[in-house]
């Protein structure tokens, strides 16, 4: 089986303090830790397990600049086979479909069985790529997927929806598939491990080499254009009235009659 | 009577010698066989290093192996007991190796000369039974100390006991159908012949069949040896001389180039074991219910090894496979590399100076590289640590902040001092144990040393990530750390933690050297019992306060069994009027550790009781009204253990630091700290 696992790198911003920069369309980065974005680090695992379990090979893809060769080398300390790095500034400023495109034009260069992604990437969210991988491709995909078995060229497919429910969907291959985390225990990522794939080699292709003109990929090939980021001004605070019920109402009560509330 | 003619005919009343000489020759073989598989075991884990000091690991073998030291330790009867084994089978073995000589080679064995040899190799069979007779006595009768024996601990009492008996009575058989006119110097011989002549006849009889016996069953030892934990008869010597001095590093490109999971000390400690079980009674994690146990782990991977490295996997090709495949994660059962809290106990325990802690953590670093069997808490808390350079928060703000507070002089912005703090992650980010870190630092203000901490440039020391077995990462931590002693040349280092003041002690001067880091200083850390025991010794600190409480110190394994300052934390607590030092059932060497080491802050007990707790209550049995210690993990877990364990209103918990404070400042500067 020939899975291919689709992985970004992306600032960690969970406790980071978040400024925009000046072209109020990005944030300032200096200051922020990378790392593989938390959805794609269980899509390379799935991708690796499958691949102990059935066999086959596992190629991680990427888009981006120089910086995510070490998300693709962490797939490679993983258990992938190839790393793909799709970097060229024709790519820059892209939206999902425009990522999806040159995803698309360079997965269609080799066979594949399988495609892997993270169910959205943390920092934009846009939960878009995979879908629109798989329109592009012409497959079959399932969205949210915390759980995954191959029977033949059958996948059987489980999905976490809303209220505590779960659907089990059999996909026909070749489909993509985005990952939920949770779907499996993403094994540790050592120094060691990363030094020992060091020199393996990272093949970098660019728009021409995928057979795209500039206007299909980057900020040309978008359908979305971000007009604005910021953060939005912070609400009035809650206030929580404490004592016992009766001191509370009596608190309560006073407050709506200073608004006027009770006239 | 003649007696220079007095010898011994050897093979009297036996025929067929030839065959005998055949199995014999077989015999050796089959030893030579087991162990030449052994021994080329060992050499996978050849790392090139040599040992610096020869005479020392040299008296080491004198001591612990020819002596038994360490088996006497806490156990008077066991070294009695394997002193008289060891000793009357190397006599006898060289008792038959003289007999061989002068019946093959040059016979010498006449007169007074063989007279002699028999009466002493009658007297070192006689110290072998006894040997024997008690180690059987301990293990199936008095069960003396909690082991596990399996069918081979029993085979090998057997059959030296067999062996032994079947001995003596040939000798006697001997006696009694030659009657020679000197009766060699046999007592027990002459005993055992005495007491055959009242029972049987036909002595030649019996003794022809008996000698078939004897012989069979004294070859059957001998090939039995490098297939059993017999082998510890080579393999515990060499051990313990290989291990007297503490594993030397091996770096990250180091390692690359090693063929085995172990290196050759390593190899060698587990043909070492003798399954005794002393590491496992000492282990705190055991002992809290938790499945670890040292031995069965050193014993799983003896295992390990000779399925990976033994004949099959040289000669046979599918074993060949499955060895080349074989990884150190798929051996160990679960979670259990991961228990170890490398509180050192068991190293202190193993007679043969077995390390099951340092076996334990170079599987972590096989199962690190392997990545599958790292459990999620320490994986997360590892990959935080990778990228924030601490193990809890992700922007180092928070206790950049909170040092900026201390009012102390901070080498980050700018100011100068002879000595740095190292405040540590711990003692920085944990509420009870910022208020250790005041302490310290009103006693540093108190005896006018000029110090300073490190600001926002204070990362991890890195211990933990080194005993988890993550030594990349341990190494572009220790690189990055002495880049910021150098830019702010620093050499001279207080820590109130002993897991930084190990690393920094013991782990980073050998990798400054290895890592060939540049500009690196020289670095000398203390402990700050060690600091203020100095500062005390050197009238730097005058008590003005009394403190009037019973103490008990729990000493850190860091400090303790790691590093030795045994003396320092109670010459302290001595010197503070009115204190009342009690000692804990266990303590020194045989501290119990606190659960907090190797890691296992990150890893939730599974166990009955927490190691802490268990400890707790131990303190509490001295009626102390403080436990005292000297590390800021035993002050979370104990602190925490004495209030689950219901003590929290007769027993406080106290960093030592706090005590010396309360007795050396007065109240108001204290506050201000």
Known sequence: MNIVVCVKRVPDLAEAEIVVDRSEKGIETEDLVFDINEWDNYAVEEAVLLKESIGGTVTAISLGEEDSEEVLRRGLAVGADNAILLNDRAFDGGDAFATAKALAAAIERNPFDLILTGAQAADDGYAQVGATLAEMLGIPHATLVTGLEIDGNVARVHRELEAGLEEILDVRLPAVLTIQTGINEPRYVSIAGIRRVARREIEVLGAKDLGLSGDEVGAAGSRLEMQRLFVPPATQKGEILEGSVDVTTEKLVSIFASKGWLA | MDLEHVTRQVFWNVSLVWFFYTLSALAVLAFATGAYRNVSIWLKGWTGERLKNVSQSLSRVLTDGALNRKIFRGDFAAGIMHLCIMWGFIVLFIGTVLLTIHNDIVPFLFGYTYLIYSFVLDIAGVVMLTGVVLALVRRYVVKARPMHSLLDDGVILALLVVIGITGFTLEGLRLEALKPAVDDWSPIGALFARFLDSGLGGAKAWHGSLWWLHAALSLALVVYIPLSKLFHMFAAPANIYLSAEEPAVVTLEEREKLVGDFNQAQMVSLDACTKCNRCENACPSRASGEPLSPRGFVLNMKGYAKEKYGFRARFDARAKEAAAASQVGDAIEDDAGWWCTTCRACVEQCPVSISPMDVIRETRVSMMAEGRKVPPTIRDMLRTMSKYNNPWESGGSKRAAWRKNLEAKDFSQGDEAEVCYWISCVASGDVRNQEVAKAFISILRHAGVSFAHLGKEEGCCGEFVKRLGEDGLFEAIVEGNFGVFADFGISKMVTTSPHCYHTMKRDYPPLRDKLRIENAPQLEPKHHTEFIAELIAGGKLTFSRRVEKRVTFHDPCYIGRHDGLYEQPRQILRAIPGVEV??????????????????????????????????????????????????PFCMSNLHDAVKTAGFADVMEVKDIAELVAEAVVSATAYEEV
């Open chain 2, 582 to 631: 009690v000692e804990m059932e266990r303590s020194r060497e045989n501290s119990f550790c606190c659960g907090g080491g190797g890691g296992r802050m990150w890893l939730e007990s599974t166990g009955d009781e927490r190691m802490a707790e268990l400890r707790a209550r131990e303190a509490a049995k001295t009626k102390a009204d403080i436990l005292v210690t000297a590390c």
